[in-house]
């Protein structure tokens, strides 16, 4: 993170659109999400000389902006619990960047179909792997959890999906395999 004012400036530019997505699946209140994103960069600025980041930089942000969304969330008490309580509200939805185009639309509409039965630590598992494409040791990270549990929850998941929706789930497993096999 030790750089000039352009290399900060450069990151911020490469991730701010997704750390917005991301902190909108943990709240509606787009200015506490904008709030959140602030505070990070604000931190990272000020404390760049000595940051150590021992993970991918796109993860480090993700895992810092979730626990600045969870602390604000429990500093105005909307929430009286701990972090796993907030719910994750990720739609993983182009629907409203592609709302002109039918087939993508009628896509869309049976890929949260599939998603509408899975839990929201599903959900958010589903969507680091799927729509961030994190690599698993990020995700265990960001959500806590050792490699063979996420593993588990990904396939339980993806089990899930297959008995809710088998033939659509076959189709785009053939159209998108890369997305929906995963390394052992």
């Known amino acids: 993170m030790v750089g000039d004012d352009d290399a900060y400036a450069s990151l911020y530019e490469e991730y701010v659109q997704d750390l917005y997505q991301y902190g909108l699946c943990f709240t509606s209140d787009t200015e506490l999400v904008k709030d959140c994103i602030q505070d990070l960069f604000v931190y990272l600025y000020a404390n ?16 810092s902006l979730k626990h600045n969304i969870c602390r604000s969330l429990l500093r105005s008490q909307k929430y009286d619990s ?59 990270r960001l959500m806590d959890l050792n490699y063979q549990s996420a593993q588990n929850l990904i396939q339980r998941s993806l089990k899930k999906i297959r008995e809710a929706c088998g033939d659509l789930f076959l189709f785009l497993c053939f159209v998108y395999p890369e997305k929906f096999f995963i390394d052992f």
Not at 48 to 63: D, G, M
Not at 91 to 117: A, G, P, R, W
């Open 82 to 140: 701990i972090e796993e309580e907030i719910p994750f509200l990720a739609e993983m939805s182009v629907e409203d960047q592609f709302i002109e185009d039918e087939s993508l639309y009628n896509e869309t509409h049976q890929v949260q179909k599939m998603l509408s039965v899975l839990t929201p630590r599903q959900k958010e598992i589903m969507y680091y792997r799927f729509v961030q494409e994190l690599p698993m040791e990020d995700i265990c």
């Open 48 to 63: 760049r000389s000595h940051l150590e980041i021992s993970c991918q930089v796109k993860t480090y942000l993700l895992v």
